[in-house]
T-cell receptor
């Protein structure tokens, strides 16, 4: 069974640029959630996709957007990057859009904005 | 608004000690609570998930309890080892989608 994978591992961008992060969900999982983790903080929920539809969103501006594909992989897009967007971005997958499912996390993408 | 607090923020113990990590949350209307381990700069590893109807879960040397009415959970680690050194995060699932995390407890186990 393949776990959750994310790419790239590390990324350096400059302020104002755009970035796309990718996530492949664990086999058999149709739900993907994205989180942002600043240094020394717990992860903060960005949004969740269930069967290609957005299924919930946290307190993040519209320049954070996402997609889920028919194979349940997902992308997180961030436009007009700001210095405060520097963080570890984590993707998690689960079996269904139910609150009772365990969420399994990938290794994360470290984004640095200069 | 749900808030999750973990105490202490950091803990140092000698190898072999039994220890307890604490997690509290402000709103008891949760689906479940999950404990994670995070190594520096890495992703999260799920340790235990306790559904709202359950009181505890066990996995090896780990035991997690949940008291929903008082808004508390504890993670008990028996016979700690240096390999247990990491940050431990608890998270509650309230709305069926988002996990709401505490800031974590950073554990250091010395040999």
């Amino acid at each position: 069974e393949t776990g959750v994978t994310q790419s790239p591992t590390h990324l350096i961008k400059t302020r104002g640029q755009q970035v796309t992060l990718r996530c492949s969900s664990q086999s058999g999982h149709n739900t993907v959630s994205w989180y942002q983790q600043a240094l020394g903080q717990g992860p903060q929920f960005i949004f969740q996709y269930y069967r290609e539809e957005e299924n919930g969103r946290g307190n993040f501006p519209p320049r954070f957007s996402g997609l889920q594909f028919p194979n349940y992989s997902s992308e997180l897009n961030v436009n007009a990057l700001e210095l405060d967007d520097s963080a570890l971005y984590l993707c998690a997958s689960s079996e269904g859009g139910r609150g009772t499912d365990t969420q399994y996390f990938g290794p994360g993408t470290r984004l640095t904005v200069l | 608004k749900q808030e999750v607090t973990q105490i202490p923020a950091a803990l140092s113990v000698p190898e072999g000690e039994n220890l307890v990590l604490n997690c509290s949350f402000t709103d008891s209307a949760i689906y479940n609570l999950q404990w994670f381990r995070q190594d520096p700069g890495k992703g999260l590893t799920s340790l235990l998930l306790i559904q709202s109807s359950q009181r505890e879960q066990t996995s090896g040397r780990l035991n997690a309890s949940l008291d929903k009415s008082s808004g508390r959970s504890t993670l008990y680690i028996a016979a700690s080892q240096p390999g247990d050194s990491a940050t431990y995060l608890c998270a509650v699932n309230q709305a069926g989608t988002a996990l709401i995390f505490g800031k974590g407890t950073t554990l250091s186990v010395s040999s």
